[in-house]
């Protein structure tokens, strides 16, 4: 990457993921089917293999700007915990955000400590109007983690997606630029 970005809060350091996680990466997609099951694209079990296949389409999103995925670590340990990336769209100034952490790391607030984080990345580095989330209904913890983010709930959409061969329901969120501004203020 021509240029290395870290997001720093109190607890925790968001970088890009080096090829070096990948069996950190393995561990906590493993650590729960959950993961697998409420995100797309994630086979189970999960390979290290699948894990550098991954990597190298988040090294290329970042080199290429078209995603920005990163790796959410202990700020003190530097332990991996989990992802979290943007997918801009470029022509609208919108992006999707999506996130997972290990099953050891849910309920401390630290996917909502990293999410808030994105969404000021999002808003004042890639200069985007909107950042928009959507989780299965079977997920509600995802929900009230954007919440928490400052997100708002637009809409429930019936069958959706098609995942592991059934279509799925899904919550949209989202928040506009004025809305965190106002937050933020």
């Not at 309920?107 to 004042?124: M, N, R, S």
């Amino acid at each position: 990457m021509s240029q290395t970005i870290e997001l720093i809060t109190d607890r925790l350091r968001l970088v890009p993921p080096e090829i070096t996680d990948g069996q950190d990466i393995t561990a906590q997609i493993n650590s729960t089917e959950d993961i697998a099951r409420n995100i797309f694209n994630i086979p189970w079990p999960y390979t290290v293999a699948d894990a550098e296949n991954w990597l190298s389409v988040c090294h290329e999103g970042w080199e290429n700007r078209t995603s920005f995925r990163f790796a959410v670590k202990d700020k003190d340990t530097g332990q991996f915990m989990g992802m979290i990336g943007l997918h801009p769209d470029t022509a609208h100034q919108k992006a999707e955000v999506g996130y997972w952490l290990g099953k050891d790391f849910h309920g401390f607030g630290y996917a909502t400590e990293a999410l808030k984080t994105v969404i000021q990345f999002g808003f004042e580095n890639l200069t985007l109007n909107k950042i928009f989330a959507t989780h299965f209904a079977h997920n509600p913890a995802s929900g009230k983690v954007l919440q928490k983010g400052g997100m708002k709930h637009e809409g429930f959409l019936k069958q959706e997606y098609r995942h592991r061969e059934i279509f799925q329901d899904v919550h949209r969120y989202g928040i506009l630029r004025n809305e965190w501004k106002d937050i933020m203020h």
